[in-house]
Structures are given as structure tokens and as C-alpha cells.
């Protein structure tokens, strides 16, 4: 079991509606990255945060925004949200921006009326 | 961009069989993770290889990372129904940043 967690587990949100997700880093972790798994894909990047700074992003659109805080744990905002926005959002922490083993958490499963 | 490709999509063994999970790359590698995944779970971190053709073994589940074929190969000894799951990895690029694309992942299901 990794020490990255994540909130809240699973969520219901409407379309046009705006959602925070949550994560925890593990402990000594500064990079962390945000997925988005669709139902049989492979986890698909978001962007990445290194010491509270983005320093990476996927081919998401703007509505898809975050935040990393001096404790290095993690938000990622979704506005707008659209049916498609419907998948497991997992985080993952690193001890650097490097080649490091990276660690998920549990995952988020979020689901759009 | 970097496309992966794993193989098999799927397969199916009896417990106790040997199996090879591969993962090949559309561009050099530079290293590459494997995770497993049960169902609507986060990823669970099994190994990372780096470039220079390493090769890791963790209990019965051995990788190895080949960059000449482009490509990483995870094998399990004595499968057991333990073993079932989703298998995915995760592979950075030379020259790029070292954030990891991923496959589809292969799904593995073991009959006792």
C-alpha cells in the first residue's frame, strides 16, 4: 500500500457542473501527476506539479486546472464538466521530476449525468 | 508523440503456467514502468527498469527492459490466481520529458 490517498473516492457531479479532486503525496514526494482512465484505456496525463509549480501538460483543455501546496499534496478542478469528463482520476506522486518510482493512489471515480 | 503497444490484450492460463506480457515502443526508451491494476483500482507500482537493458525480478514476476527491440517484457513464473489483474506500463522516452505514456494494458486472468 502507497502513502498517496485521494478524495473523495467516488463523486456525482451534473453536466455544466465544477468539481475539486484531492491527493496526498507520499511522504518526501514533491512531483505530483494527475490521470484520467477511461474504461479500458490506459491512464491518460494531465499535468504534472513540481514544487507548486506545472511542469507538464497533456493534451487536456483549460477547463482542467490545478494546484500543488507547500505541503506538496495536490488539486486538480474540472469546470464545466461534460459526459466525457466520466473516468477514474488517479494521482501520482515521485520524489523528483526525474526518473523516479512513482506511486498512485486509490483513484477517484467520478461520473457525469 | 510515443505510442505503446501491449500484447496480448488479454489472456487467460491455467494456474501454475508461465506467461510473457510485452510492451513495445513506438520511440527509444529511456525507461519504463509496470503497474497492476485490479478493476476500477488505482495502479499498483511492480517495478521500474532504466535504459541499459536492466532487468528486475520481484517474487515470481520478472522484467526487462530491451532498447534495441524498443521494447520491455514481463514475465510470471508459477502464475497463481493472485496474479490476475490488469497489467500496465509505462514507458518514457529518450529525449523527453520523463513523464510516462501508457498502454491499454493487458488483462490477465488465472484459473485455479
Known amino acids: 500500500e502507497t502513502g498517496v490517498t485521494q478524495s473523495p473516492t467516488h463523486l456525482i457531479k451534473t453536466r455544466g457542473q465544477q468539481v475539486t479532486l484531492r491527493c496526498s503525496s507520499q511522504s518526501g514526494h514533491n512531483t505530483v501527476s494527475w490521470y484520467q482512465q477511461a474504461l479500458g484505456q490506459g491512464p491518460q496525463f494531465i499535468f504534472q506539479y513540481y514544487r507548486e509549480e506545472e511542469n507538464g501538460r497533456g493534451n487536456f483543455p483549460p477547463r482542467f486546472s490545478g494546484l500543488q501546496f507547500p505541503n506538496y499534496s495536490s488539486e486538480l478542478n474540472v469546470n464545466a464538466l461534460e459526459l466525457d469528463d466520466s473516468a477514474l482520476y488517479l494521482c501520482?506522486?515521485?520524489?523528483?521530476?526525474?526518473?523516479?518510482?512513482?506511486?498512485f493512489g486509490p483513484g477517484t471515480r467520478l461520473t457525469v449525468t | 508523440s510515443q505510442e505503446l503497444e501491449q500484447s496480448p490484450q488479454s489472456l487467460i492460463v491455467q494456474e501454475g503456467k508461465n506467461l510473457t506480457i510485452n510492451c513495445t515502443s513506438s520511440k527509444t526508451l529511456y525507461g519504463l514502468y509496470w503497474y497492476k491494476q485490479k478493476y476500477g483500482e488505482g495502479l499498483i507500482f511492480l517495478m521500474m527498469?532504466?535504459?541499459?537493458?536492466e532487468e528486475k525480478s520481484h517474487e515470481k514476476i520478472t522484467a526487462k527492459l530491451d532498447e534495441k527491440k524498443q521494447q520491455s517484457s514481463l514475465h510470471i513464473t508459477a502464475s497463481q490466481p493472485s496474479h490476475a489483474g490488469i497489467y500496465l506500463c509505462g514507458a518514457i522516452a529518450s529525449g523527453g520529458s520523463y513523464i510516462p505514456t501508457f498502454g491499454r494494458g493487458t488483462s490477465l486472468i488465472v484459473h485455479p
Open positions: 527498469l532504466q535504459k541499459g537493458g
Open positions: 501520482a506522486s515521485r520524489y523528483g521530476p526525474g526518473l523516479y518510482e512513482q506511486y
